[in-house]
């Protein structure tokens, strides 16, 4: 996961004239907040599965922002196994605004 430091949430809350450089403490605070309800959503509410194990390290970039590594071990029955078992999660293609329309409206 990496930070975005255009997220609505962080700017809204600048100052005029600032840029969200110039509040790493906020962008940070945000980061994080997403972050929790990400792993939330991985481990209680099982969006992949359920995971028995997991360790995540958050570090910054050059520039102050922060990113996440997450590693998460699925029970046998949730493992991708198969190239089509990952095609299936993972989706590179733009979302349709009439098939997908609330996925399109969030990207």
């Not at 997220?7 to 945000?30: A, F, K």
């Not at 910054?60 to 922060?66: D, E, H, T």
Request: aromatic fraction near 12%; charged fraction near 20%.
């Amino acid at each position: 996961m990496t930070v975005n430091p255009e997220w609505p949430e962080v700017t809204r809350e600048l100052l005029p004239g600032q840029t969200s450089y110039d509040r790493p403490d906020l962008v940070t605070r945000v980061f994080r907040i997403k972050f929790r309800l990400l792993t939330k959503e991985i481990y209680q509410h099982g969006i992949f599965g359920c995971a028995v194990a997991y360790v995540f390290q958050i570090e910054f970039q050059k520039r102050n922002l922060p990113h996440a590594h997450m590693l998460i071990v699925l029970e046998e029955g949730y493992k991708l196994l198969t190239p089509a078992d990952v095609d299936f999660l993972i989706c590179a293609e733009w979302p349709g605004p009439d098939t997908q329309p609330l996925l399109f409206d969030t990207i």
